[in-house]
């Protein structure tokens, strides 16, 4: 069965360094989703990609983060340099481009930790 | 403003007996979607069911049902004959029309007793 993959899955790093997430959306999936979820707290939607466009990065705060999808398919989310509240679960999902309303599939996610 | 609210932070149900979870919405949009996904403790969001705003029936997928009230703007989550598998973390989630951006709620952590 298809499945969104993302790495790593853990990490952990020292405030101030540079941290990258990866990950690589069902196939055919033109639309690719970053939601950071806080612990406790339901997932907040970072950016979303339509193909290698963004669509929505109203809530990703660009001094330090940043989104890409070069060639519409995989995408790489980095965060330079990491703040202690960056600590959370960074999850990536994809659907379909044909509907807005179809689900959305998720990746295992990535959790950080930022000393 | 759109805005998704879940106001039971956890639930506790008997194995084999039925739970609602509660979720209201709010949208100034005529078109949108209602969403519940499932979040074990290992992360990764399952998803449940879908409701458009303009569905006639109530969803239904297997054990779970959505009772949608549109009028209340409620979109709650029918888990019938719970299984100890069902704990976990649910989320309500809603897409609306123009921007299409998904916004969730906080969450309801179900505890399913044996």
């Known amino acids: 069965e298809a499945e969104v993959a993302q790495s790593p899955r853990y990490k952990i790093t020292e405030k101030s360094q540079a941290v990258a997430f990866w990950c690589d959306p069902i196939s055919g999936h033109a639309t690719l989703y970053w939601y950071r979820q806080i612990l406790g707290q339901g997932p907040e939607l970072l950016v979303q990609?339509?193909?290698?466009?963004?669509?929505?990065d109203s809530q990703l705060p660009k001094d330090r983060f940043s989104a890409e999808r070069l060639k519409g398919v995989d995408s790489t989310l980095k965060i330079q340099p990491a703040e202690l509240g960056d600590s959370a679960m960074y999850l990536c999902a994809s659907s379909l481009v044909a509907d807005p309303y179809n689900e959305q599939f998720f990746g295992p996610g990535t959790r950080l930790t930022v000393l | 403003a759109q805005k998704i609210t879940q106001t039971q932070p956890g639930m506790f149900v008997q194995e084999k007996e039925a739970v609602t979870l509660d979720c209201t919405y709010d949208t100034s949009d005529p078109s949108y979607g209602l969403f519940w996904y499932k979040q074990p403790s290992s992360g990764e969001m399952i998803f449940l069911i879908y409701q458009g705003s303009y569905d006639q029936q109530n969803a239904t997928e297997g054990r779970y049902s959505l009772n949608f009230q549109k009028a209340r703007k409620s979109a709650n989550l029918v888990i019938s004959a719970s299984q100890l598998g069902d704990s976990a973390m649910y989320f309500c989630?809603?897409?609306?029309?123009?921007?299409?951006?998904?916004?969730f709620g906080a969450g309801t952590r179900l505890f399913v007793k044996a």
């Open positions: 990609f339509q193909d290698e466009s963004v669509v929505d």
């Open positions: 989630a809603m897409i609306s029309g123009g921007g299409f951006k998904t916004i």
